[in-house]
């Protein structure tokens, strides 16, 4: 039954998926290459995972830089590039790197499993793969396996067969019959973006020799959508297929039954073979060449097949249609009652699984959304946990059923274990302090109310900083009567400031009583009397509770009398000397920031002050660090815009910036200077960080 740490119902995301890897060769290594082949053959999801040429000092081209990216492997794996080169790339996408030989026992990608532990509905019989003598367009085509795969495949529940004729190759990849394409089995996008769209099928043809084409052709069909409008893709060898009884009609076959979308129905592409010869081949499969430009749009209700005869283009660069983010999985849902404590998350392995093997298990909840994505943060939620896809992602056995056990960590502790990210020590300031001590009372967001703050503002006690600027004022004005007033108000201040309704500054008269009554309410302030003693001098606040019928000065205990209009007792009021130092420190600036973020995201938590030691030794002091909508914030509070000089505007989002902040605050009343605004918004920028901006005065309501 639910108990008092009861959080509700929460729908839990759940996603099993392969973890996936990009295999570093080196540049024209055709012996790199086809072991890349062979071990993604043997893997969950190998299809999908991308073969990158690498030259010396760790060159890699731009389009197979873009490749890995958008691929979103876990990990890479040298295959046989030099050491260096390797970590360099490595270092360049800051993704880890392992060599070949540990490829099954170190890093993210050793968790997938072999594609015979994950069942298949309706697989041929055989699955064919190219013999290993065969050239390398065939392995690219099919797939291969080195001689201990090929020793360990006989003892699965699902047959290859190594195929050595070159056309039954080919064949092959017509009914996706082969050993890469088994690896797909049970695996699709759940994510894509900008998205997918219906593209013409890609006929790729490869010149005798040409190592180019199998490396493009291979990384264009790892990038190829296998859910969302899947493009039909083989690789062809121009000096066999003419010599193929009916190839061509096979190969045709693949554009029938596809929606009438897009045009032409067919790529005819290579690296090496010329436009002419490409031309040729089409024309003798009964293609004729689309003379219109290309299109392509999504159409809803699908609409009808396309149709005979089917039209072709050459000269087309066809990676226009795989240059979209993605994520891959199958995914349920798990509906979960939360708890403060620790949750059980138990459910049935989506994926039909018939064999053993390793796998990714991510997790997402509205219940993620107020956490950081911040390793500490995952190891909160779960001790094996990390962020992956703005997923709680979890590396698991590949089994039939899972029950995972997770923690849900209260904001306060989120924010202590961010902090540890990139500070050696920190501590509340003495604002900070102060301002917890209020906000503990639950009371800061009545700061926002118009007029409340000023009220508060007239009512504090001024302290030495003020009086001093006050002072320096009147000496440079000679004005002797003010300044004389105010030396005595330095001599015998020893009360906190009280004022009467009439008294109070920055708010419209009608107002003042108002607002004066709703700090009552608060217990932020308290009413009492003034007794000015005719004989010691002392002008006292006494509060109502201890008002007497015969009024006596708090000092020197003669007889006096309360201040008073022909009206009877003039009421003052008095601040409580919490809210007192609070207002006189700009305590009270910060919790009316704090309360606006609140306002904004009611599960925020944001400290009012803080002292940090960086993790370089450098110390600094912030007025806001917590946690908004998911993301760290950090920030500065000024009571008025004017304070946000040039230099101060620097120091601040350089601040946040070291401090890990996802965003940068401001907060101010008042007005800030002109051009202010542009330079943090140019500088948080500049430093990746967003702008969240506090004008207080239009916030309050």
């Given at each position: 039954?639910?108990?008092?740490?009861?959080?509700?119902?929460?729908?839990?995301?759940?996603?099993?998926?392969?973890?996936?890897?990009?295999?570093?060769?080196?540049?024209?290594?055709?012996?790199?290459?086809?072991?890349?082949?062979?071990?993604?053959?043997?893997?969950?999801?190998?299809?999908?995972?991308?073969?990158?040429?690498?030259?010396?000092?760790?060159?890699?081209?731009?389009?197979?830089?873009?490749?890995?990216?958008?691929?979103?492997?876990?990990?890479?794996?040298?295959?046989?590039?030099?050491?260096?080169?390797?970590?360099?790339v490595a270092r360049r996408l800051n993704i880890e790197c392992v060599p070949m030989a540990q490829i099954d026992q170190a890093a993210a990608?050793?968790?997938?499993?072999?594609?015979?532990?994950?069942?298949?509905?309706?697989?041929?019989?055989?699955?064919?793969?190219?013999?290993?003598?065969?050239?390398?367009?065939?392995?690219?085509?099919?797939?291969?396996?080195?001689?201990?795969?090929?020793?360990?495949?006989?003892?699965?529940?699902?047959?290859?067969?190594?195929?050595?004729?070159?056309?039954?190759?080919?064949?092959?990849?017509?009914?996706?019959?082969?050993?890469?394409?088994?690896?797909?089995?049970?695996?699709?996008?759940?994510?894509?973006?900008?998205?997918?769209?219906?593209?013409?099928?890609?006929?790729?043809?490869?010149?005798?020799?040409?190592?180019?084409?199998?490396?493009?052709?291979?990384?264009?069909?790892?990038?190829?959508?296998?859910?969302?409008?899947?493009?039909?893709?083989?690789?062809?060898?121009?000096?066999?297929?003419?010599?193929?009884?009916?190839?061509?009609?096979?190969?045709?076959?693949?554009?029938?039954?596809?929606?009438?979308?897009?045009?032409?129905?067919?790529?005819?592409?290579?690296?090496?073979?010329?436009?002419?010869?490409?031309?040729?081949?089409?024309?003798?499969?009964?293609?004729?060449?689309?003379?219109?430009?290309?299109?392509?749009?999504?159409?809803?209700?699908?609409?009808?097949?396309?149709?005979?005869?089917?039209?072709?283009?050459?000269?087309?660069?066809?990676?226009?249609?795989?240059?979209?983010?993605?994520?891959?999985?199958?995914?349920?849902?798990v509906p979960t009652q939360v708890f403060s404590s620790t949750t059980d998350i138990a459910f049935d392995n989506p994926a039909d699984c018939?064999?053993?093997?390793?796998?990714?298990?991510?997790?997402?909840?509205?219940?993620?959304?107020?956490?950081?994505?911040?390793?500490?943060?995952?190891?909160?939620?779960?001790?094996?946990?990390?962020?992956?896809?703005?997923?709680?992602?979890?590396?698991?056995?590949?089994?039939?059923?899972?029950?995972?056990?997770?923690?849900?960590?209260?904001?306060?502790?989120?924010?202590?274990?961010?902090?540890?990210?990139?500070?050696?020590?920190?501590?509340?300031?003495?604002?900070?302090?102060?301002?917890?001590?209020?906000?503990?009372?639950?009371?800061?967001?009545?700061?926002?109310?118009?007029?409340?703050?000023?009220?508060?503002?007239?009512?504090?006690?001024?302290?030495?900083?003020?009086?001093?600027?006050?002072?320096?004022?009147?000496?440079?004005?000679?004005?002797?009567?003010?300044?004389?007033?105010?030396?005595?108000?330095?001599?015998?201040?020893?009360?906190?400031?009280?004022?009467?309704?009439?008294?109070?500054?920055?708010?419209?008269?009608?107002?003042?009583?108002?607002?004066?009554?709703?700090?009552?309410?608060?217990?932020?302030?308290?009413?009492?009397?003034?007794?000015?003693?005719?004989?010691?001098?002392?002008?006292?606040?006494?509060?109502?509770?201890?008002?007497?019928?015969?009024?006596?000065?708090?000092?020197?205990?003669?007889?006096?009398?309360?201040?008073?209009?022909?009206?009877?007792?003039?009421?003052?009021?008095?601040?409580?000397?919490?809210?007192?130092?609070?207002?006189?420190?700009?305590?009270?600036?910060?919790?009316?920031?704090?309360?606006?973020?609140?306002?904004?995201?009611?599960?925020?938590?944001?400290?009012?002050?803080?002292?940090?030691?960086?993790?370089?030794?450098?110390?600094?002091?912030?007025?806001?660090?917590?946690?908004?909508?998911?993301?760290?914030?950090?920030?500065?509070?000024?009571?008025?815009?004017?304070?946000?000089?040039?230099?101060?505007?620097?120091?601040?989002?350089?601040?946040?910036?070291?401090?890990?902040?996802?965003?940068?605050?401001?907060?101010?009343?008042?007005?800030?200077?002109?051009?202010?605004?542009?330079?943090?918004?140019?500088?948080?920028?500049?430093?990746?960080?967003?702008?969240?901006?506090?004008?207080?005065?239009?916030?309050?309501?």
């Open positions: 039954m639910p108990s008092g740490n009861y959080l509700g119902q929460y729908d839990f995301q759940v996603v099993i998926a392969p973890a996936r890897v990009g295999y570093l060769i080196r540049a024209s290594s055709d012996t790199g290459f086809r072991r890349a082949v062979a071990e993604a053959c043997t893997r969950w999801g190998g299809i999908t995972e991308p073969i990158v040429p690498v030259r010396s000092g760790g060159r890699t081209e731009p389009f197979w830089r873009q490749v890995l990216e958008f691929a979103n492997v876990d990990s890479l794996v040298n295959v046989d590039v030099a050491t260096a080169d390797a970590g360099a990608g050793q968790f997938t499993a072999n594609p015979s532990a994950v069942a298949d509905p309706a697989p041929p019989s055989p699955w064919a793969y190219a013999d290993p003598t065969l050239e390398t367009w065939a392995v690219t085509s099919a797939g291969t396996f080195t001689t201990a795969a090929i020793a360990d495949n006989e003892s699965t529940n699902q047959p290859l067969t190594a195929v050595k004729m070159p056309d039954q190759v080919a064949r092959a990849q017509i009914s996706r019959a082969t050993a890469i394409h088994r690896t797909a089995v049970q695996l699709g996008e759940i994510f894509a973006q900008p998205g997918t769209w219906p593209s013409p099928a890609i006929f790729w043809f490869i010149g005798r020799g040409s190592f180019r084409d199998n490396v493009m052709f291979w990384n264009c069909r790892a990038l190829s959508s296998l859910r969302f409008n899947p493009v039909p893709m083989i690789l062809v060898p121009e000096h066999d297929v003419d010599y193929w009884v009916n190839f061509g009609k096979q190969a045709i076959s693949l554009l029938q039954n596809r929606p009438d979308e897009f045009a032409p129905d067919a790529l005819f592409c290579s690296l090496t073979v010329p436009s002419d010869r490409l031309r040729t081949i089409a024309e003798s499969w009964g293609l004729r060449e689309e003379r219109e430009e290309p299109r392509t749009a999504h159409r809803s209700p699908p609409p009808p097949p396309r149709l005979p005869p089917f039209t072709y283009k050459v000269d087309i660069d066809p990676r226009f249609a795989f240059v979209f983010r993605r994520r891959y999985g199958i995914r349920t849902e018939r064999g053993f093997g390793r796998t990714k298990v991510g997790l997402s909840s509205d219940l993620f959304r107020r956490y950081p994505k911040r390793p500490p943060v995952a190891q909160l939620l779960h001790p094996n946990g990390h962020w992956r896809d703005d997923s709680l992602e979890l590396f698991s056995q590949f089994i039939p059923a899972y029950r995972f056990t997770i923690n849900v960590p209260r904001l306060e502790t989120v924010v202590t274990a961010v902090l540890s990210q990139t500070t050696s020590s920190w501590s509340l300031s003495d604002k900070g302090r102060i301002g917890s001590s209020i906000d503990l009372q639950g009371l800061s967001s009545a700061l926002l109310k118009p007029g409340l703050h000023e009220v508060v503002r007239s009512l504090t006690t001024r302290r030495a900083r003020q009086l001093f600027a006050e002072l320096r004022s009147l000496v440079q004005t000679a004005d002797d009567e003010r300044l004389a007033q105010t030396v005595a108000d330095i001599g015998g201040r020893i009360e906190r400031r009280s004022l009467s309704a009439t008294q109070v500054e920055g708010v419209p008269a009608s107002q003042r009583a108002r607002l004066l009554e709703e700090l009552i309410s608060l217990t932020w302030a308290e009413r009492g009397l003034r007794i000015s003693c005719p004989h010691c001098g002392i002008t006292s606040f006494v509060s109502l509770s201890e008002v007497t019928t015969d009024a006596r000065c708090p000092g020197c205990l003669r007889p006096a009398a309360y201040h008073a209009t022909n009206s009877g007792p003039t009421v003052f009021y008095r601040l409580n000397a919490l809210i007192d130092r609070a207002s006189d420190q700009g305590v009270l600036g910060h919790l009316a920031a704090v309360a606006a973020l609140k306002a904004i995201d009611p599960e925020s938590h944001v400290l009012p002050g803080i002292n940090v030691t960086l993790t370089n030794g450098a110390s600094g002091e912030v007025d806001l660090f917590g946690v908004f909508q998911g993301n760290v914030i950090a920030g500065e509070v000024k009571l008025s815009g004017n304070q946000f000089s040039p230099g101060q505007v620097d120091r601040d989002v350089r601040l946040s910036k070291s401090l890990g902040a996802d965003l940068h605050a401001m907060a101010w009343f008042g007005e800030v200077p002109e051009g202010t605004l542009d330079r943090a918004s140019r500088l948080a920028t500049k430093n990746k960080l967003g702008l969240q901006l506090l004008p207080l005065d239009e916030l309050r309501r």
